[in-house]
T-cell receptor, first 110, second 113 residues
Framework: EDQVTQSPEALRLQEGESSSLNCSYTVSGLRGLFWYRQDPGKGPEFLFTLYSAGEEKEKERLKATLTKKESFLHITAPKPEDSATYLC???????????FGAGTTVTVRA | DVKVTQSSRYLVKRTGEKVFLECVQDMDHENMFWYRQDPGLGLRLIYF???????EKGDIPEGYSVSREKKERFSLILESASTNQTSMYLC????????????FGQGTRLTVV
């Protein structure tokens, strides 16, 4: 069974204080790893897809990286508007569904 | 822009009622999903549909059924609502099998009293 573990559960940052979120996964053949952002009371918003170890994707202050066992979401010089829950999900080869982690809730104080 | 629309943001229903949650996507996507989200448990897949009238059970299908009569619409049905079905329900769609991201609706917060 696919497993996705995200750490830490919660992260409080000062504006401008860079940090990283971790997503460890176990899957029998990775088709893709997905990062989503979720604001309170809303549905997840797609951020990135990573397909193979060594791949990196960037969007504004966010950068996602992938190894064979984990993915990191780096937040560089965060702003208060980066406050959200960040979700990681994996999709196995020959499977249709995404298996999600429980998420990391990031709070950025001004 | 990709759009997945769920019919209600908030619902309050009584125990034993039959509840319908509707989801519509305007992207001509093949796949549609229903998840529920609970604190500490993440998103869990209830049902999946890969084509009109086709469905597959997810991880937690008990107490739920689904209907997909048209490509753009996917309905989740709670046959007899119970308090343990109080949750956030999220609908999603994706273009084809694999290698494509899923897009989510805004969610329906269901409370069963």
């Amino acid at each position: 069974e696919d497993q996705v573990t995200q750490s830490p559960e919660a992260l409080r940052l000062q504006e401008g204080e860079s940090s990283s979120l971790n997503c460890s996964y176990t899957v029998s053949g990775l088709r893709g790893l997905f990062w989503y952002r979720q604001d309170p009371g809303k549905g997840p918003e797609f951020l990135f897809t990573l397909y193979s170890a060594g791949e990196e994707k960037e969007k504004e202050r966010l950068k996602a990286t992938l190894t064979k066992k984990e993915s990191f979401l780096h937040i560089t010089a965060p702003k208060p508007e980066d406050s959200a829950t960040y979700l990681c999900a994996v999709q196995a080869e020959n499977d249709y569904k995404l298996s999600f982690g429980a998420g990391t809730t990031v709070t950025v104080r001004a | 822009d990709v759009k997945v629309t769920q019919s209600s943001r908030y619902l309050v229903k009584r125990t034993g009622e039959k509840v319908f949650l509707e989801c519509v996507q305007d992207m001509d996507h093949e796949n549609m999903f229903w998840y529920r989200q609970d604190p500490g448990l993440g998103l869990r897949l209830i049902y999946f549909s890969y084509d009109v009238k086709m469905k597959e059970k997810g991880d937690i299908p008990e107490g739920y059924s689904v209907s997909r009569e048209k490509k753009e619409r996917f309905s989740l049905i709670l046959e007899s609502a119970s308090t343990n079905q109080t949750s956030m329900y999220l609908c999603a769609s994706s273009l084809i099998w694999g290698y494509t991201e899923a897009f989510f609706g805004q969610g329906t917060r269901l409370t069963v009293v």
